[in-house]
């Protein structure tokens, strides 16, 4: 009865507003109008079409006031629906219109000007209305065409400009004014007439019709070869995993090693299957969906499988973390409510098909009974499930990598951590309806609303509704693409390294092949950029494969030119004579011999007397090291360093720790210190700068992204940061920078195929040069770091600062050098934060869960 009564008040309520001529049409004959749209194909991932729609009406017009009220008002939504729209439909939706702004009114002496820009991505194969403009994609043609508001049909259309961006028009319904091939105007020189129909038939430059094809739901090629990256990185794992077991450190098998390996292994594969899940699940749900397989399950009850699936992966992970008693006894609870809320919907008030109408009695009772809340309950027992699991687990493994016991690696959380995790459960859901309820009044701005009315509100309710409905979705796609997929692999494998270095009992000089295999695994999952997204297709795997090759050939030629893999004799190299027992000989060494060279700088300069042949002898000796294997009788064999090799060149090889995995986590601290600035730096390019953060009132993960990439961003650091401590005494170069560099040069290797795919198919770069400029900006500094750390135990008390030890250990031509590659970064960073400011990045009002990262989340690198 309320349905029926309702939708009989809609259609009076209609025709009513026709019959009286709510817009009083007649009064805005003398109204001037002029519309255009620009499409935009390069430099764009999807085809961008932007539309600017200017109404003059004069001041005569009824409904001229209502345009200077507040947009709260109800008369404000009546005049510019009249304008902008048909006045005949009082509830409208606009699914892929996006504003940057309200229409922008300005009154003149005679008119009021109302200037509305808006604009839409065609980023599907759905049709798209905004403005006065409709799109209408086909596989290879797009029709566009202007739809003229009634209330303006006898209005004066001054100009109607369409600028095609470049392609020329396959068909034109009426011939233009003026322009040319990729641009047409029709314009009237005075009132009266019938305006000119305006519809035109183009073919997109292939790769933006390849685009939005493959973006659109139902097609599941782009998710399978997402898949096949994930394949060739856990091929990768594997083979690290395999090189582990033929090589232990510990020859009778040392517990934490081997739990640490196995752990890998799990981690891997478990990695694998989520992701694969995380990935097919939409596309394989909306492809069976249009097939008309299974529809129960992949349309009616879409929302249900996907709490389903969410849940159970969450499970895996406590199942895995053994989080402890009382993290298990609510995580049971949890999910008892989850899959009571999955199979019988009914119960909480929420609708049996997942899907509510405008106005039926399922949305009335959804409405009175609070079916909201006990949605968000549903979704915040996910939340807390998955923040349980992922949390146990990655404690867990690290634990594995030096407890004795297997029973001491459980992954225990104490009641505090589980407090705070039920906190940030209830928190994410309920602010992703907030930001669902701001988006539903960014596409409904115009719809009518009187306080008195409910048919408003049953059908606000059930928008708001299907919009959220997809929250269990989103979740397992953003949780697992931007933390689960490359935190777990990192910190198994940082477990792995841990554990070896544990059992090697600080014999480790230099990573053996197996722990450089690892840590290649390690650059791969925790410090490179995921990229390769083309025409809609994800193809990740040539950068990938390209950084792996630069990383294996950077890592062979420091094993050849390294200072500590120089020969010192035939078959013998620098390493295995360099111990941490000589360490201090070495630093007393290296000491001297910047002593003894700034007094030769000083006889040369005349500023002092001396001996010049006793400096040299001497300098002589301390290039000289004893020889690891004396001919007999003759025990005390001097042999000499390789060309360009000094005591210096020694020390800083050695780095500010006895092993390579000290040197490791020593990088991760300054790196992570030093990456602070560059953080915030990257935070504010890739999510606040421009539009960016008011999108992020409207996005349903919006605020839990920032945090997130806070966090990334800081691991992504640390990170990069004991990669290039750990390979310090692999990488080539003779100082710090020159390390930094190589390392540096190697991330930047996938972003440049990257790079030559964007310019191919005319798609932007993004930020992808700030990120590299950064990285090595942040190596750089932390490689400086660790050459001052290297003395600064043993001299550092001698000098009141660090900046006087640098140029003491550099000397001041090497200082100088090094003093001018940082200026040239700070120049770079500066004419690129420059070129940012300037440009306005892509955002995508509308949801569309087929649109999102071409591998299986929002991945920028790692981070």
């Given at each position: 009865?309320?349905?029926?009564?309702?939708?009989?008040?809609?259609?009076?309520?209609?025709?009513?507003?026709?019959a009286?001529?709510?817009?009083?049409?007649?009064?805005?004959?003398?109204?001037?109008?002029?519309?255009?749209?620009?499409?935009?194909?390069?430099?764009?991932?999807?085809?961008?079409?932007?539309?600017?729609?200017?109404?003059?009406?004069?001041?005569s017009?009824?409904l001229?006031?209502?345009?200077?009220l507040n947009?709260?008002?109800?008369?404000?939504?009546?005049a510019?629906?009249?304008?902008?729209?048909?006045?005949?439909?009082?509830?409208?939706?606009r699914?892929?219109?996006?504003?940057?702004?309200?229409?922008?009114?300005?009154?003149?002496?005679?008119?009021i000007?109302?200037?509305?820009?808006?604009?839409?991505?065609i980023s599907?194969?759905?049709?798209?209305?905004?403005?006065?403009?409709?799109?209408?994609?086909?596989?290879?043609?797009?029709?566009?065409?202007?739809?003229?508001?009634?209330?303006?049909?006898?209005?004066?259309?001054?100009?109607?400009?369409?600028?095609?961006?470049g392609?020329?028009?396959?068909?034109?319904s009426?011939p233009?004014t003026?322009?040319?091939?990729?641009?047409?105007?029709?314009?009237?020189?005075k009132?009266?007439?019938?305006?000119?129909?305006?519809?035109?038939l183009?073919?997109?430059?292939?790769?933006?019709?390849?685009?939005a094809?493959w973006?659109?739901?139902?097609?599941?090629?782009?998710?399978?070869a997402?898949?096949l990256?994930?394949?060739?990185?856990?091929?990768?794992?594997?083979?690290?995993?395999?090189?582990?077991?033929?090589?232990?450190?510990?020859v009778?098998?040392?517990?934490?090693e081997e739990?640490t390996?196995r752990?890998?292994?799990?981690v891997?594969?478990?990695?694998?299957?989520?992701?694969?899940?995380?990935?097919?699940?939409d596309a394989?749900?909306?492809?069976?969906?249009e097939?008309g397989?299974?529809?129960?399950?992949?349309?009616?009850?879409?929302?249900?499988?996907?709490?389903?699936?969410?849940?159970?992966?969450?499970?895996?992970l406590?199942?895995?973390?053994?989080?402890g008693?009382?993290?298990?006894?609510?995580?049971?609870?949890?999910?008892?409510?989850?899959?009571?809320v999955?199979?019988?919907?009914?119960?909480?008030?929420?609708?049996s098909?997942?899907?509510?109408?405008?106005?039926?009695?399922?949305?009335?009772?959804?409405?009175?009974?609070?079916?909201?809340?006990?949605?968000?309950?549903a979704?915040?027992?996910?939340?807390?499930?998955?923040?349980?699991g992922?949390?146990?687990s990655l404690?867990?493994?690290?634990?594995?990598?030096?407890?004795?016991?297997?029973?001491?690696?459980?992954?225990?959380?104490?009641?505090?951590?589980?407090?705070?995790?039920?906190?940030l459960?209830?928190?994410?859901?309920?602010?992703?309806?907030?930001?669902?309820?701001n988006?539903?009044e960014?596409?409904?701005?115009?719809?009518?609303?009187?306080?008195?009315?409910?048919?408003y509100?049953?059908?606000s309710?059930?928008?708001?509704f299907?919009?959220?409905?997809?929250?269990?979705?989103?979740?397992?796609?953003?949780?697992?693409?931007?933390?689960f997929?490359?935190?777990a692999?990192s910190?198994?494998?940082?477990?792995?390294?841990?554990?070896?270095?544990?059992?090697?009992?600080?014999?480790?000089?230099?990573?053996?092949?197996?722990?450089?295999?690892?840590?290649?695994?390690?650059?791969?999952?925790?410090v490179?950029?995921?990229?390769?997204?083309?025409?809609?297709?994800p193809?990740?795997?040539?950068?990938?494969?390209?950084?792996?090759?630069?990383?294996t050939?950077?890592?062979?030629?420091?094993?050849?030119?390294?200072?500590?893999?120089?020969?010192?004799?035939?078959?013998?190299?620098?390493?295995?004579?360099?111990?941490e027992?000589n360490?201090?000989?070495?630093l007393?060494?290296?000491?001297?011999?910047?002593?003894?060279?700034a007094?030769?700088r000083?006889?040369?300069?005349?500023?002092?007397?001396?001996?010049?042949g006793?400096?040299e002898?001497?300098?002589?000796?301390?290039?000289?090291?004893?020889?690891?294997?004396?001919?007999?009788?003759?025990p005390?064999?001097w042999i000499?360093?390789?060309?360009?090799?000094?005591?210096v060149?020694?020390?800083?090889?050695?780095?500010p720790?006895?092993?390579?995995?000290?040197?490791?986590?020593?990088?991760?601290?300054?790196?992570?210190?030093?990456?602070?600035?560059?953080?915030?730096?990257?935070?504010?390019?890739?999510?606040?700068?421009?539009?960016?953060?008011?999108?992020?009132?409207?996005?349903?993960?919006?605020f839990?992204?920032?945090?997130?990439?806070v966090?990334?961003?800081?691991?992504?650091w640390?990170?990069a940061?004991?990669?290039?401590?750990?390979l310090?005494?692999?990488?080539?170069?003779?100082?710090?920078?020159?390390?930094?560099?190589g390392?540096?040069?190697?991330?930047?290797?996938?972003?440049?195929?990257?790079?030559?795919g964007?310019?191919?198919?005319?798609?932007?770069?993004g930020?992808w040069?700030?990120?590299?400029?950064?990285?090595?900006m942040?190596?750089?500094?932390?490689g400086?770091?660790?050459?001052?750390?290297?003395?600064?135990?043993?001299?550092?008390?001698?000098?009141?600062?660090?900046?006087?030890?640098?140029?003491?250990?550099?000397?001041?031509?090497?200082a100088?050098?090094?003093a001018?590659?940082?200026?040239g970064?700070?120049?770079?960073?500066?004419?690129?934060?420059?070129?940012l400011?300037g440009?306005?990045p892509?955002v995508?009002?509308?949801?569309?869960?087929?649109?999102?990262?071409?591998?299986?989340?929002?991945?920028?690198?790692?981070?």
């Open positions: 009865m309320v349905s029926t009564t309702a939708l009989v008040w809609i259609w009076l309520s209609g025709t009513g507003a026709a009286d001529d709510e817009c009083s049409a007649a009064q805005l004959k003398a109204a001037r109008v002029s519309a255009s749209v620009r499409l935009k194909h390069a430099g764009e991932d999807f085809t961008k079409a932007e539309s600017r729609f200017t109404v003059r009406v004069p001041k017009w009824d001229a006031d209502g345009l200077l947009g709260d008002t109800e008369r404000y939504r009546t510019m629906r009249c304008l902008q729209r048909s006045p005949d439909a009082p509830y409208q939706h699914e892929w219109e996006g504003r940057t702004r309200a229409p922008k009114v300005t009154v003149q002496e005679k008119w000007t109302v200037d509305h820009t808006t604009m839409t991505w599907d194969m759905s049709e798209r209305v905004f403005g006065p403009w409709r799109i209408t994609v086909g596989n290879r043609l797009w029709s566009l065409r202007l739809v003229r508001p009634p209330a303006l049909d006898h209005a004066w259309w001054e100009e109607i400009t369409v600028d095609l961006g392609r020329a028009a396959r068909s034109v009426s233009p003026t322009g040319n091939a990729t641009e047409l105007t029709w314009s009237r020189s009132a009266g007439g019938d305006p000119p129909e305006t519809s035109v183009l073919q997109p430059p292939a790769a933006k019709a390849s685009a094809r973006s659109t739901w139902g097609v599941v090629h782009p998710s399978l997402s898949l990256y994930y394949a060739v990185i856990l091929a990768m794992l594997l083979a690290a995993v395999r090189a582990l077991k033929r090589s232990p450190v510990s009778q098998g040392d517990v934490a739990r390996v752990n890998l292994r799990i891997g594969w478990l990695v694998f299957a989520i992701t694969t899940l995380q990935i097919l699940d394989l749900l909306s492809h069976f969906s097939q397989t299974a529809l129960f399950w992949t349309d009616e009850q879409r929302t249900a499988v996907h709490f389903v699936l969410a849940l159970l992966t969450g499970l895996v406590c199942f895995v973390g053994k989080p008693r009382t993290a298990v006894a609510v995580v049971f609870a949890a999910s008892a409510y989850v899959i009571t999955a199979i019988a919907p009914e119960w909480f008030a929420l609708p098909n997942w899907f509510l109408e405008s106005e039926t009695w399922e949305t009335w009772t959804f409405q009175e009974e609070g079916g909201m809340c006990a949605f968000v309950g979704c915040a027992c996910v939340v807390f499930i998955w923040l349980v992922l949390t146990s404690i867990r493994w690290w634990r594995s990598s030096s407890a004795l016991a297997p029973g001491s690696s459980r992954g225990t959380l104490p009641s505090a951590v589980l407090g705070v995790f039920a906190v459960a209830l928190a994410l859901p309920a602010v992703s309806v907030w930001t669902a309820q988006l539903w960014h596409k409904s701005w115009l719809s009518q609303r009187h306080p008195d009315e409910t048919a509100d049953f059908w309710a059930a928008g708001l299907n919009e959220v409905r997809w929250f269990p979705s989103d979740w397992l796609d953003w949780i697992n693409g931007g933390t997929w490359w935190w692999p910190m198994a494998l940082i477990a792995v390294l841990r554990a070896r270095d544990a059992a090697s009992a600080g014999s480790a000089v230099v990573p053996e092949a197996p722990e450089r295999r690892t840590l290649q695994v390690l650059f791969v999952f925790g490179s950029s995921v990229v390769g997204w083309y025409a809609g297709i193809l990740a795997v040539p950068p990938l494969l390209a950084l792996w090759l630069a990383l050939g950077l890592l062979a030629y420091g094993t050849r030119r390294a200072v500590l893999f120089r020969e010192l004799a035939p078959g013998i190299r620098l390493h295995h004579l360099c111990g027992p360490r201090q000989r070495l007393k060494s290296a000491r001297r011999h910047r002593e003894l060279h007094q030769l000083r006889l040369e300069q005349g500023h002092e007397e001396g001996q010049r006793g400096l002898r001497e300098l002589d000796r301390l290039n000289r090291l004893p020889h690891p294997s004396p001919p007999p009788g003759l005390n064999t000499k360093l390789p060309p360009s090799v000094g005591p060149d020694l020390a800083l090889a050695w780095g720790r006895a092993t390579w995995w000290g040197n490791g986590c020593r990088g991760a601290w300054f790196a992570a210190l030093l990456g602070i600035p560059a953080s915030g730096v990257l935070l504010w390019a890739g999510q606040i700068r421009g539009l960016l953060w008011a999108d992020k009132f409207m996005q349903r993960l919006g839990a992204d920032v945090l997130l990439g966090i990334n961003l800081q691991l992504f640390a990170l940061g004991f990669t290039l401590g750990a310090w005494r692999l990488l080539p170069g003779r100082r710090g920078p020159a390390r930094a560099l390392l540096s040069l190697v991330y930047a290797v996938p972003l440049l195929v990257h790079w030559i964007t310019r191919l198919f005319e798609q932007p770069f930020t040069g700030l990120d590299v400029s950064l990285t090595l942040v190596l750089t500094l932390t400086v770091a660790m050459d001052i750390d290297t003395f600064r135990q043993r001299e550092g008390h001698y000098w009141p600062t660090n900046a006087g030890l640098l140029l003491s250990v550099y000397q001041w031509r090497t100088s050098v090094q001018a590659f940082l200026v970064q700070i120049v770079a960073l500066v004419t690129i934060w420059q070129q400011k440009a306005d892509m995508l009002i509308t949801r569309n869960p087929t649109n999102g990262d071409p591998v299986g989340g929002d991945l920028t690198g790692s981070p």
